[in-house]
């Protein structure tokens, strides 16, 4: 799953330019790190307006809720949307067909497991370029609120990300972010596409594209928080004899 993210940590003119969208004067905050429980907004460029970078809250509320304590509730449920019950899920199958939408990032964290402790990573482009993901999102109404919100797509990881993903869910199996190539985010926000077009759409990117590397904990006392060092690499001895290399 995804739930860690870097987002905004560049100049944003930068992202204006990579994803030909403007971003006006929302104010700007990098991201080192964001976990999806807080619902913090990220930046994100929907099909109905591609030309604009817009904050959205991370945690998609179906159109249908009507209470607020079920709207917060159901954020927790629906920080990702798996690729294989897209257009089943009532939460998800109307946005999957309607509104589809790039998250843009600059990298994202996941978590590997030994000996029952886990160790963070931290994995990016090998360009160091930013992405998309693919998302759906959903404009909530509600008396007098009016709240945009996405999901983040998963899909089946590549081999690399099954090896760091390899403690998901009991019910699960592992999974990563789908994440678009630059070539196919037009795509990704056509609303004409096919459920059938668009489940196609949705593959692992391969390993070839990303690299990864361990950095220090995400939670606990030892979390620095939202600092650029978040990011920096950090070894774990107890690692090394199971990669033969961290980096």
């Not at 870097?6 to 990579?18: F, G, H, N, S």
């Not at 904050?55 to 690729?83: S, Y």
């Not at 070539?183 to 990117?205: F, N, Q, T, Y």
């Amino acid at each position: 799953m995804c739930y860690d993210v870097a987002y905004l940590t560049k100049k944003i003119e930068y992202y204006e330019k990579r994803f030909n969208a403007s971003y006006g004067d929302i104010p700007f905050a990098p991201m080192y790190h964001s976990n999806g429980f807080d619902h913090m907004d990220l930046p994100v460029v929907t099909n109905v307006n591609p030309d604009q970078i817009q904050m959205l809250t991370w945690g998609l509320i179906p159109e249908w809720v009507r209470d607020t304590e079920k709207a917060h509730k159901i954020q927790n449920n629906t920080l990702n949307a798996r690729d294989d019950t897209l257009f089943e899920k009532p939460s998800f199958k109307k946005a999957a067909q309607d509104r589809r939408c790039l998250v843009l990032a600059d990298g994202f964290y996941d978590h590997h497991w030994k000996d029952q402790q886990s160790y963070p990573f931290y994995i990016q482009r090998k360009d160091q370029e930013s992405f998309a993901f693919g998302g759906i999102w959903e404009t909530w109404r509600y008396q007098d609120i009016i709240r945009n919100t996405f999901a983040i797509i998963t899909t089946d990881p590549n081999e690399r990300m099954a090896w760091i993903h390899n403690r998901p869910r009991a019910s699960e199996s592992p999974r990563m972010p789908f994440i678009l190539k630059p070539e196919e985010e037009g795509a990704w926000l056509d609303s004409r596409l096919s459920p059938e077009e668009v489940r196609d759409m949705i593959k692992p990117l391969p390993q070839e594209f990303l690299v990864d590397h361990t950095v220090n904990r995400l939670r606990g006392k030892s979390y620095s928080g939202n600092q650029p060092t978040i990011r920096s690499p950090h070894v774990y001895e107890e690692l090394i004899t199971e990669q033969g290399s961290l980096f």
